[in-house]
């Protein structure tokens, strides 16, 4: 419904309070129905920058910020903004020139702007860049927690834990409530071996804290460990449950793309177990025409080639055929430090989890380890079941599977 009497800044305003909200259509909705009034209202067109942005619509994005900047060249919010769709393009430079014309304009001591680029350039990967954004915020906010967290995450990236354990506490230092930071500083200390530390850390925060599995293993885990708690105790429950409740129920979207994706696997099992079973064969029957070719052991070509054809599937009354069948469910992974795990898919992840984690249950292993390689890797792995774990190990550069 128009709203005549609206001015542009009122528009703005009221979207702004949508896209807060997390109502991006609506906020979309509105600023549309405001440029048909004001088309030439900078922060509109910049509004619904950030609304098609939200809604991945990145193309639309462009143009609205190209709009504004059109209207406002040196507007801070539309640079940000195009900078980050410039990123998903993969247009790298672009994207960081737009980022850097900020500076150029004085918006440096914006702590707000700061951290948006910085979080932009961290999500699409660009961590050092981010960091130097993270850094600015600082050297003109050295009281704001949210901005000296977030150069702890970006070292802790860059494989620099012990400087991002630094900055991690020097902002529970400024904000000792901000939960954040220490859940991350915890994660960080237990897998630094710090276990008493991490254990302190981890008693400070409460379930609802944790928007993440793993810590909250960790945290169950040490307290059985220290206090010596039995799986029942009562202390354990409220954190029990907070784990029900992010693991939530599976819809029936997720089943039906689990079940595509073990078929997708079983057939690409069985068409490399039919190619082995082909070049077997073909190896077979070269083996025979070159002992002909040598010893004449055969009296004529077309004997010879048909005997040693049938070979594999006839010697032993079909035994070869067993034993290319056992191959086929017989698989080999190599770690990367070198070692060996042989077997069906089940039987590699139940020793992978005797050698790390004895004694748990393999679908809470799975998820532990499939949480640690996407905090190592940026990667998602599969824990629903065994085979599909093992791939997306491999996928992620964890493990390399050679059979």
């Not at 000792?176 to 530390?197: C, I, K, M, T």
């Amino acid at each position: 419904m128009t709203n005549p009497f609206l001015s542009s800044e009122e528009y703005d305003e009221r979207a702004h309070a949508l896209y807060d909200e997390g109502q991006y259509d609506e906020a979309l909705a509105l600023l549309r129905e405001g440029l048909a009034l004001y088309p030439s209202a900078v922060e509109l067109h910049v509004g619904a920058g950030y609304a098609r942005l939200a809604r991945d619509e990145f193309m639309w994005a462009r143009r609205s910020f190209e709009e504004a900047l059109t209207l406002d060249p040196e507007h801070e919010d539309a640079l940000a903004g195009l900078g980050e769709v410039l990123l998903k393009f993969g247009q790298v430079e672009a994207g960081l020139r737009a980022y850097e014309r900020t500076i150029e304009l004085g918006y440096e001591d914006d702590v707000d702007l700061m951290l948006q680029i910085g979080r932009a350039l961290f999500r699409e990967g660009y961590v050092e860049q981010s960091l130097a954004y993270f850094e600015r915020a600082v050297q003109h906010a050295d009281d704001s927690a949210e901005a000296v967290a977030c150069i702890g995450y970006a070292q802790h990236r860059l494989g620099n834990d012990v400087e991002a354990m630094v900055a991690l506490r020097r902002a529970l230092t400024v904000d000792p409530q901000f939960a954040e930071a220490r859940v991350y500083l915890a994660n960080l200390l237990y897998d630094a071996g710090d276990l008493d530390a991490a254990l302190l850390e981890f008693e400070k925060t409460s379930p609802e804290d944790h928007w993440d599995e793993l810590g909250i293993w960790r945290l169950i885990e040490l307290k059985k460990s220290v206090y010596k708690l039995k799986d029942n105790d009562g202390e354990l429950k409220p954190w029990e449950a907070r784990l029900v409740e992010l693991a939530g129920e599976t819809d029936a979207i997720d089943e039906l793309l689990a079940e595509v994706e073990q078929a997708a696997m079983e057939a690409d099992e069985a068409a490399h177990a039919t190619e082995q079973g082909q070049l077997e064969t073909l190896g077979s029957l070269l083996t025979g025409l070159v002992g002909q070719q040598q010893g004449g052991e055969h009296s004529s070509d077309s004997e010879s080639v048909a005997e040693q054809a049938g070979a594999p599937a006839n010697t032993h009354d079909g035994s070869s055929t067993d034993v290319l069948m056992a191959d086929s469910d017989t698989h080999r992974v190599i770690m990367r430090d070198g070692t060996v795990f042989e077997g069906s898919w089940e039987e590699i992840v139940q020793a992978l989890r005797d050698a790390r984690d004895a004694g748990r249950p393999l679908d809470e292993y799975m998820a532990i380890e499939a949480r640690r390689f996407y905090g190592a890797t940026g990667m998602r792995v599969a824990s629903h079941a065994p085979e599909a774990f093992i791939r997306g190990s491999a996928d992620a550069g964890m493990l390399r599977i050679v059979r």
